[in-house]
C-alpha cells in the first residue's frame, strides 16, 4: 500500500450506524457475484466481500477504514468523485456503465475498466452507498475483437470473407451471454448458443420467429417501444426487464441493444445482448427484507426501553400513592387500575424487547423432547377441548443451547395463534427432529450455515394464509385478528427470539390447508457427550435412462430441483402445476419412470394428478414433495398410508436417495 497522505488509515471505528448495516449485510453481500465496496457519504470504506478482496488484491483489514479513492487510478479520481456527489445529492439505485470511462486500481497498481452499481442504504445516521463492481476487461477485449473482425471482413477477399465469419461466430458462440439479431419487425435472425441455453430453444426453432415469443403477457408493449427506438439510431443499455423461457420460466434479465446497419449504413435491425440476473434480483430482494426487519427491530427495541422508563415511573408512583391511601377509599381502585395498565404495558414491551433481540437471556443445554411433553401439558387448557395436541419426536436427543423461557414462550405463541386459525376445532402438531444440512441446501437458504441442526415443527390444520398475508406476519404489530384481538407482536416475539437464539424460521402456509412452522436450532449435542449415531450422508449413484415427471407450482423450487436432477442423470419433465402436467402426459406416449410432485397447487392437487396418470399408467411410481409435515398430511386425510413424502426444505442426499430407492 502507498504511504501517501491520500491515503492514511484512518484510525476511527465506523460509525454505529454503518457498522450495523456492514454487520447485518455480510452473508448477503458475500452471495453476490460482483465484487461489493460499502462506503459512508465522506467516502469512507466500511465493508468489502471476499470478491473485492480478491478483485483489488486487497485483504479486507487493509480496506476498511480507508478513503474509497485507494481503489480508483489517480488520473481517474476526479470523475470517480463527481459521481460520487452527484449520487449524494440525488440517491438512488444507477448503473454506471463502459461509455463513463471508469477504471479501478489493484494493490500491484495495475488498471482496468469496470463497470459499477450504486445503491443507496438508508440508515439513522444517513446514508450507506453499496458499491458492486465488475471488471469489464473481457467484455472490452471481447469488443474490440469483434471490431477488428468486423475491420478484416470488410478487406479481405470473398474467399477470406467466410473464415472470419467462422471465426466471429466462435467469439459470439463462446460467450455465456445470450447474444442474438432481429429485424426491425422483431424476426429474430441469429441466435448463439447463450441464448440457447438462457432461454431453452435452438436456432431452429427461433430463427425466423418474432422475439415477442419471450415476453411475458403483462409486457405486451415493451419489445416494440425497444425497436422504436434502436430504428431512430438510439441506444438501449442495462435495460433491466422479464422474459419467458421455453418452459414457462420467468427470467429477470439486463438488456444492451445497439442498432445493426446495412451496407449503406441504414438501421437494418437490432443486435442484443442478454445476461441472466435472477440470482442477482433474488439478493437484492434478501437483503432489502433484511435490511427493513432489521431498522424495525432497532426502533422497536429503543421504543420498548424508552417507555420500560415511563412504565417504571408511573408503576413508582403508582406505589407511592398506595401506601398514602387509605386502601377502603374510592381512590384506592383508581390507583389499582394504574397499576395493572402499567403491568400490561410491561408485558408489551418485553414482547417488543424480544423481537429486537435486545431482552436479556440465560441459555441452557435441554433436551427439546422433553421441554415440549412438559410445555404441552400447559397447552392443553390453553387450547381447549375441540382441539387435538400431538407431540412427536423423530430424535432420540434434540439437545439445543437456548433459554427455556423462550422456548417455552416461541411455544406457546405458536399455539395461540393455531388455536385462533381453527375456530371449530382441529389438530396441532409439535414435532421435533434432528437434520444435518450441507452447504448446498445452506446456500439455497440465505443466512444459513451448514451443519447439525434441531428442528422444531408446529403444524396445525387450520384456515392457512394467502401470500401477501405471509410476507408480513413477523412485523410488530401486524395482526389479521379484529380490532381489540391481538396486539400483533405474537409471531414478530417468535421471530426475535428464534434470531437472538441464532435460529432460523421458515413458513408453509396456503388457504384453507393449515400452517406449519420449522424452526431451525443449532444442535448442542457435542457439549453433553451425546452421540447419536450418525446417518450415512453418501448420495446413491447417478442414474441414467430413467425419466422423472416433476411438477411445482414455485418457480424457484423447480428450478433448483430440476437442476440437481438433471446433474445426477435423470431426464426431467418439468410441468408447473397438475392440470399443465396430466395434458403433457395425454398428449405424449413418452415412458415415465416417476413423478416427483408437490401436493398442495392450485387447480389441481397432486394426489388428484396422480391418481389420474396411474389410471393410464399402472405402473408409475410416485414420490410427494410438501412444506407440510407428513404427519399434517397424514391427520388430514391428504395422502393415502404408506405413501412416499420429502419434506421441505429437503436436502439434495434426502431427494436423491428417495428416488433412487423408490424407482429400485
Known amino acids: 500500500m502507498e504511504d501517501s497522505s491520500d491515503y492514511k488509515h484512518n484510525s476511527d471505528s465506523p460509525p454505529l450506524a454503518m457498522m450495523s448495516v456492514v454487520a447485518l449485510s455480510s452473508d448477503l453481500l458475500e452471495a453476490l457475484p460482483d465484487a461489493v465496496v460499502a462506503i459512508d457519504r465522506d467516502g469512507t470504506i466500511v465493508q468489502v466481500n471476499s470478491q473485492a478482496q480478491e478483485l483489488f488484491g486487497y485483504e479486507r483489514e487493509e480496506l476498511v477504514g480507508q478513503k474509497v479513492e485507494i481503489l480508483v487510478p489517480e488520473g481517474y479520481r476526479g470523475r470517480h468523485h463527481h459521481h460520487r456527489e452527484q449520487f449524494s445529492r440525488s440517491p438512488r439505485t444507477r448503473r454506471m456503465g463502459a461509455d463513463l470511462d471508469l477504471y479501478g486500481r489493484r494493490r500491484n497498481g495495475s488498471e482496468f475498466p469496470v463497470e459499477i452499481s450504486l445503491s443507496p442504504v438508508t440508515t439513522d445516521k444517513g446514508i450507506c452507498v453499496l458499491s458492486a463492481i465488475r471488471d469489464i476487461s473481457d467484455r472490452q477485449r471481447m469488443a474490440e475483437e469483434l471490431r477488428r473482425a468486423n475491420e478484416e471482413l470488410h478487406r479481405k477477399t470473398a474467399e477470406q470473407l467466410g473464415e472470419y465469419r467462422t471465426r466471429l461466430a466462435a467469439i459470439v458462440d463462446s ?5 442474438l439479431s432481429k429485424d426491425l419487425n422483431g424476426t429474430v435472425t441469429s441466435w448463439n448458443k447463450g441464448a440457447e441455453g438462457l432461454y431453452g430453444y435452438t436456432p431452429e426453432e427461433i430463427v425466423g420467429k418474432n422475439i415477442s415469443l419471450l415476453a411475458p403477457t403483462d409486457r405486451p408493449d415493451e419489445i416494440p417501444q425497444i425497436l422504436e427506438k434502436i430504428a431512430n439510431g438510439e441506444l438501449v443499455e442495462h435495460h433491466e426487464s422479464v422474459r419467458v423461457t421455453k418452459d ?3 427470467l429477470d434479465v439486463s438488456l444492451s ?27 437484492e430482494k434478501h437483503l432489502h427484507q433484511a435490511q427493513k426487519m432489521e ?14 422508563n415511563i412504565l417504571g415511573i408511573i408503576n413508582a408512583c403508582a406505589e407511592f400513592l398506595r401506601d398514602r391511601i387509605d386502601p377502603a377509599a374510592e381512590p384506592s381502585q383508581y390507583v389499582e387500575n394504574i397499576k395493572k395498565a402499567s403491568e400490561r404495558g410491561t408485558s408489551l414491551t418485553r414482547q417488543l424487547l424480544a423481537f429486537s433481540r435486545s431482552s436479556s437471556i440465560q441459555p441452557q443445554l435441554l433436551d427439546l423432547n422433553a421441554r415440549l411433553k412438559d410445555v404441552s401439558k400447559l397447552l392443553r387448557p390453553l387450547m381447549g377441548e375441540d382441539i387435538e395436541i400431538l407431540v412427536i419426536s423423530k430424535s432420540p436427543a434434540a439437545v ?17 395463534n393455531a388455536r385462533d386459525a381453527m375456530p371449530r376445532g382441529g389438530k396441532f402438531i409439535l414435532e421435533t427432529r434432528a437434520e444435518r444440512f450441507d452447504e448446498t441446501f445452506a446456500g439455497q437458504h440465505q443466512n444459513m450455515a ?16 394467502d401470500t401477501t398475508t405471509l410476507t408480513q406476519i413477523f412485523e410488530p404489530f401486524f395482526t389479521t385478528k379484529e380490532l381489540g384481538k391481538g396486539t400483533g407482536l405474537g409471531l414478530a416475539t417468535v421471530y426475535g427470539i428464534v434470531k437472538q437464539n441464532a435460529g432460523h424460521i421458515l413458513v408453509y402456509s396456503e388457504p384453507g390447508h393449515g400452517t406449519t412452522f420449522k424452526i431451525y436450532l443449532p444442535n448442542a449435542d457435542h ?38 436432477l438433471q446433474e445426477h442423470g435423470y431426464t426431467v419433465i418439468e410441468a408447473d402445476d397438475g392440470k399443465t402436467a396430466l395434458g403433457w402426459a395425454q398428449s405424449h406416449e413418452d415412458p415415465i419412470d416417476l413423478v416427483l410432485t408437490d401436493v398442495v397447487m392450485k387447480r389441481m392437487s397432486g394426489p388428484e394428478l396422480v391418481d389420474r396418470l396411474t389410471a393410464s399408467r399402472p405402473n408409475l411410481k410416485v414420490v410427494y414433495m410438501s412444506g407440510y409435515t407428513g404427519e399434517l398430511m397424514a391427520h388430514r386425510d391428504v395422502l393415502k398410508p404408506g405413501v412416499t413424502l420429502v419434506e421441505k426444505p429437503f436436502s439434495r442426499t434426502t431427494l436423491l436417495n428417495t428416488l433412487h430407492t423408490t424407482l429400485g
Do not use: C
Open 175 to 179: 460467450s455465456e451471454d445470450a447474444i
Open 527 to 564: 457439549k453433553i457427550g451425546i452421540r447419536p449415531k450418525a446417518e450415512s450422508e453418501k448420495v446413491s449413484p447417478k442414474r441414467t435412462g430413467s425419466t422423472i415427471l416433476l411438477v411445482e407450482d414455485d418457480e424457484i423450487m423447480r428450478s433448483l430441483t430440476r437442476q440437481l
Open 295 to 308: 431498522a424495525i427491530g432497532r426502533l422497536a427495541g429503543g421504543v420498548a426501553h424508552d417507555f420500560n
Open 257 to 283: 441493444v445497439s442498432p445493426l446497419r446495412g451496407s449503406n449504413g441504414d438501421i437494418v435491425g437490432a443486435s442484443t445482448i442478454a445476461r441472466d440476473i435472477t440470482a442477482q434480483k433474488r439478493a
Open 248 to 250: 414457462g420460466r420467468r
Open 400 to 416: 439445543v443451547e437456548a433459554d427455556p423461557g423462550q422456548l417455552d414462550q416461541v411455544v406457546v405463541n405458536l399455539a395461540v
Open 450 to 465: 451448514p451443519g447439525k441442526y434441531v428442528v422444531l415443527i408446529a403444524s396445525d390444520t387450520g384456515s392457512g394464509m
